[in-house]
T-cell receptor, first 114, second 116 residues
Framework: GAVVSQHPSRVICKSGTSVKIECRSL??????MFWYRQFPKKSLMLMAT?????????EQGVEKDKFLINHASLTLSTLTVTSAHPEDSSFYIC??????????FGSGTRLTVV | AQTVTQSQPEMSVQEAETVTLSCTYD???????LFWYKQPPSRQMILVIR??????QNATENRFSVNFQKAAKSFSLKISDSQLGDAAMYFC?????????????FGKGTLLTVNP
């Protein structure tokens, strides 16, 4: 089946630095990638939707300049958290649309900003 | 905007018993998809079951089945013969049939505990 490889699984960074999270579709072409943020024991909050070759569409309240999304190829989408602060610490999950109504999720990235 | 409501933050069930998780949603659309996802402690999201709104027959996947009541906008998940591995957070999700970038709207989740 379709697999989305998400890296890193865990990352600790210093406040003020940037961190990049990658999601690769291993055996299919992901034209659409969704990026979510999840707090402990909470639901997935959609941050943005990216379509290959175009600018990402951000949900209301999500800072575009802080959470940079790039989807330059059909197999790679990245989320860069710029100038990270402790409040950006969270679990980030990507999800690729597969077929008409399928979704494949990455395994998530736990970001800790110290 | 569509909303998905899961009114049970936590549920528990004895191993081998049956449990039903509730989900209601609000939409003005007539055609859409509904999903149940499972998120175990590993936090990997796993599709449990999917239902197309235009299909009257309730979806079934082995021990998992749904009770889809379109008029009532209700989509409950029944887990039969519960197993320890069923312990997880369960999310109900909605998606329009087309448009809106095909994004999913998730409920807040129900944490299921399975007691041995």
């Amino acid at each position: 089946g379709a697999v989305v490889s998400q890296h890193p699984s865990r990352v600790i960074c210093k406040s003020g630095t940037s961190v990049k999270i990658e999601c690769r579709s291993l055996d299919f072409q992901a034209t659409t990638m969704f990026w979510y943020r999840q707090f402990p024991k909470k639901s997935l909050m959609l941050m943005a939707t990216s379509n290959e070759g175009s600018k990402a569409t951000y949900e209301q309240g999500v800072e575009k300049d802080k959470f940079l999304i790039n989807h330059a190829s059909l197999t790679l989408s990245t989320l860069t958290v710029t100038s990270a602060h402790p409040e950006d610490s969270s679990f980030y999950i990507c999800s690729a649309r597969t077929g008409n109504y399928g979704y494949t999720f990455g395994s998530g990235t736990r970001l800790t900003v110290v | 905007a569509q909303t998905v409501t899961q009114s049970q933050p936590e549920m528990s069930v004895q191993e081998a018993e049956t449990v039903t998780l509730s989900c209601t949603y609000d939409t003005s659309e007539s055609d859409y998809y509904l999903f149940w996802y499972k998120q175990p402690p590993s936090r990997q999201m796993i599709l449990v079951i999917r239902q197309e709104a235009y299909k009257q027959q309730n979806a079934t996947e082995n021990r998992f089945s749904v009770n889809f009541q379109k008029a009532a906008k209700s989509f409950s998940l029944k887990i039969s013969d519960s197993q320890l591995g069923d312990a997880a957070m369960y999310f109900c999700a909605y998606r329009q049939s087309w448009g809106s970038n095909y994004k999913l709207t998730f409920g807040k989740g129900t944490l299921l505990t399975v007691n041995p």
